[in-house]
């Protein structure tokens, strides 16, 4: 599982979950990775100036992995990581900015959580990780892109998780790739509701 984000010029770093292979775990199968990967892409690109995130493997300099997590370091991290899992659940449950309640105790949603991770299912950080696409709205505004009224096609590719391979390279999530057109992605914005960052609130 990756994380990524629409606006190429302000990505500064790609962070991977990988398996036993060292490959990146896709979304829903977070149970099978054993280490994470974190590649630091101003880094890459100054290294590589054709680097794609989306695609490679960054060069040494740029990137650090941990697919074999020796103790104590493991625990550490588990601690660190769930104390953080922990207040993201507690900040958006009662924060009214994320439609939560002042009032309310977030103990039980940190329960749910983790259960949930007992039973191998993550859910995402819950407004803390990577992006989690509108299937419906990407698939409609690469209907509307490509001048089509049906986004069904396009919808079924998105929901089976289909890859395009990019010759060259590797493959890539279909939904990344529709993604990386921006004229979709202006499509998707109006669609979901984001707003553009400009440059002057950076």
């Known amino acids: 599982m990756s994380d990524t984000?629409?606006?190429?010029?302000?990505?500064?770093?790609?962070?991977?979950?990988?398996?036993?292979?060292?490959?990146?775990?896709?979304?829903?199968?977070?149970?099978?990775?054993?280490?994470f990967r974190y590649t630091h892409i101003p880094t890459a690109r100054r290294i590589e100036a054709d680097f794609d995130p989306d695609t490679d493997i960054g060069p040494s300099e740029a990137v650090f992995e941990l697919s074999n997590i020796p103790e104590p370091t493991k625990t550490m991290l588990a601690i660190f990581g769930g104390l953080t899992l922990a207040g993201n659940i507690v900040s958006t449950a009662t924060n009214p900015k994320s439609k939560g309640d002042p009032l309310a105790n977030p103990i039980p949603d940190i329960v749910a959580r983790f259960e949930e991770m007992g039973n191998?299912?993550?859910?995402?950080?819950?407004?803390?990780?990577?992006?989690?696409?509108?299937?419906?709205?990407?698939?409609?505004?690469?209907?509307?892109?490509?001048?089509?009224?049906?986004?069904?096609?396009?919808?079924?590719?998105?929901?089976?998780?289909?890859?395009?391979?990019?010759?060259?390279?590797?493959?890539?999530?279909?939904?990344?790739?529709?993604?990386?057109?921006?004229?979709?992605?202006?499509?998707y914005a109006r669609l979901t509701g984001a707003e553009e960052v400009k440059a002057t609130d950076l």
Do not use: C
Request: charged content about 30%; cysteine-free; hydrophobic content about 30%.
């Open 5 to 35: 984000t629409t606006n190429e010029t302000s990505r500064k770093a790609r962070r991977d979950w990988i398996d036993a292979k060292g490959n990146p775990v896709e979304s829903g199968d977070e149970k099978d990775a054993v280490g």
């Open 120 to 187: 191998g299912v993550w859910s995402g950080e819950r407004g803390a990780g990577g992006p989690r696409y509108n299937f419906d709205a990407l698939s409609k505004a690469i209907a509307a892109v490509k001048g089509e009224n049906d986004p069904n096609p396009y919808l079924a590719k998105l929901e089976a998780k289909e890859k395009v391979t990019i010759k060259g390279k590797g493959s890539i999530l279909y939904a990344a790739y529709a993604m990386k057109n921006t004229e979709v992605q202006k499509h």
